[in-house]
């Protein structure tokens, strides 16, 4: 089978040495408008050839599209209009709704599969693109009944062959989903990371007192503001209701804090620690796999 992924960062990049290396695929094309990218694809094996848009809609059984997700809206149609009968199209995008309506009515609509792989790191660029990124975790198929069964079933192959969890979901249920335990994320890390280079204007301070909890908590402000600031643009609302909750729960803590009572305090953190439940049973799936 012969892969094009058009958009070569660290979500395309990624998938494409990985499907290589477990020899789904025969040969991948490679798409980008970054001829940055281009080169550096070329050269990591992330690719084995770079073609146009055109020519890889000509050429390939199975297109993967990872740009920002305000590209997809205008590209996905386009990919729909030059695609062989037999070509599937899946995206990887943040965000759902706005892209799946953009499509809706298109005449090629079946050959598309949206989907979601649920991974990634706070770097960018296929500098960033190695094996096993996706081992283990949970991918999002949206709307799985408007697809054509031969092209799920491809997508969901591509998946396995990952070895992803495969979810599904529709495209609303994903966007609302997705604010709370992926974008949530991200605006906390960035409003921390802002924080405390508001405050901290002594940067040696920072580097002095950083350890491993503040790292991991502002590792993902190093993400790409080009990537996701279109997602929350495109998942707004969700975005809008989740970070509400977020500083409602963020003043009720301030607020035990003010009163000093401190016992509240100590609830509020137990009540936290039942997270523990949610992620243990996450991993207990994947050890099940």
């Known amino acids: 089978m012969k ?55 000509k050429e390939a059984d199975l297109i993967i599209l990872a740009t920002p997700v305000n590209i997809l809206s205008s590209l996905l149609p386009k990919v729909l209009d030059l695609i ?51 081992k283990d975790k949970a991918t999002i198929i949206c709307d799985s009944n408007d697809s054509g069964a031969e092209h799920l079933q491809k997508v969901i192959e591509m998946y396995q062959q990952l070895e992803m969890r495969v979810l599904y979901m529709n495209s609303k249920e994903h966007d609302l989903h997705a604010a709370y335990v992926s974008h949530l994320s991200h605006i906390s890390s960035f409003v921390l990371a802002n924080t405390v280079l508001d405050k901290e204007k ?35 609302d969700h975005i809008v209701e989740a970070l509400g909750a977020y500083i409602d729960h963020l003043k009720t803590f301030q607020q035990t804090l003010v009163a000093k009572d401190y016992t509240s305090t100590k609830a509020l953190m137990t009540q936290s620690n039942e997270i523990k439940r949610v992620l243990e049973k996450i991993q207990n799936k994947n050890i099940k796999k």
């Open 202 to 236: 002594n940067v040696n301070a920072i580097f002095d007192l950083a350890s491993a909890g503040f790292e991991s908590t502002v590792r993902l402000a190093k993400s790409s503001p080009d990537m996701w600031a279109p997602i929350f643009e495109q998942n707004h």
């Open 3 to 57: 892969l094009a992924v058009v958009g070569l960062g660290l979500i395309g990049g990624s998938m494409a040495l990985d499907l290589k290396a477990r020899n789904f695929v025969s040969e991948v094309l490679g798409v980008d408008q970054n001829e940055v990218h281009t080169k550096d694809a070329l050269k990591l094996g992330l690719v084995d050839r770079i073609t146009t848009l055109e020519e890889a809609c």
């Open 84 to 134: 062989q009968p037999y070509g599937t199209v899946t995206d990887v995008g943040s965000t759902k709704a706005k892209i799946t309506v953009s499509i809706k009515n298109h005449p090629k609509r079946k050959q598309f599969v949206p989907s979601h792989p649920m991974a990634g790191t706070e770097f960018s660029g296929p500098q960033a693109a190695h094996l096993g990124l996706f």
